[in-house]
């Protein structure tokens, strides 16, 4: 099928392009595309100057890179670096931001924080980096780039975004895919991080998957070496221990909302994967935290 670019009347989010200006320490786009039939969303270019990075908020495309095609969806997160060369093919609805960066930027920010670094905007290797972040993150990033849009363009602006950026990255990379990893078993991880598919479990997981649950699981157990029990298990205790820290609920409370209706069962698998129970784990996160406030 021949693909068609997409007339200009079908941007239609709010954020309109911005004029090149040589001075700006970064450009912020946001764009929503709707058509009845694939067509060309961002015809073939590099970046001169820039890098750039770009993640998908709904539907999905296509994304061509250095002679590569690779399916993205909502929460794929790209890091486009001045030597790679893509477009990207969008399939009737596609909302994506995109962000350019100027080089010196990320130069200056690898030199105080990042000299060590082979992620992000200076991995090696033919294809840039690419992340699947969760729909609590997505919601965060989208919040930031809307704050964004509205800083002047200026050096301090785009440094603060980046630095939350990549600790939010950091942060939600929990589990480290493959790059083999099928797009859809990613996508159920992913997924399950959000707090309503913890508390369904295994049905929610499979549901994700859309394909039979002997497949999923040996795919699952392939690619991250954990079956979907054990897997659900680490990312509900991982997200209870973040609820203990910084929420006043009742352990109870806590394991009910990551999907534990067995109170002992909870205690059983938060030790096995914390080392301690829930109730000590917050005793010892709130006495760290004191001492931390004395030593200021």
Known sequence: M????APQNMHVWRWQKERNNPKNAFKV????LIATKPYIASMRHAHEGYSEIFWIEE?????YINGVAEKLMPGDILFVRTSDVHSLEGTMLLKYINIMIANERLESLKKLYFSKSSKWFWITGK???????SKRILEQLRAMAEELWTNPRESFYIDRFLLNLLFLLKEDSKFQFAHDMPEWLKHACTAMLEE????KGLSAFYSLCARSPEHASRQLKLFLGKSPTEFINEIRCNHAARKLEMTALSVQEVAFECGYENLSHFYT??????????LHYRQTKKHL?????TAE
Do not use: D, R, V, W
């Not at 786009?29 to 929503?32: A, E, I, M, N, R």
């Not at 294809?127 to 972040?133: D, G, H, M, R, S």
């Not at 698998?269 to 829930?278: C, D, E, R, V, Y």
């Open 269 to 278: 698998k938060f030790k096995q994967l914390h080392g301690m129970s829930p």
């Open 289 to 293: 935290l004191m001492e931390a406030e």
């Open 127 to 133: 294809l840039p980096y690419k992340q699947t972040i």
């Open 196 to 199: 309503t598919n913890l508390q």
């Open 59 to 63: 539907g999905s495309g296509i994304h």
């Open 2 to 5: 021949q693909l068609k670019t």
């Open 29 to 32: 786009l946001g764009h929503t």
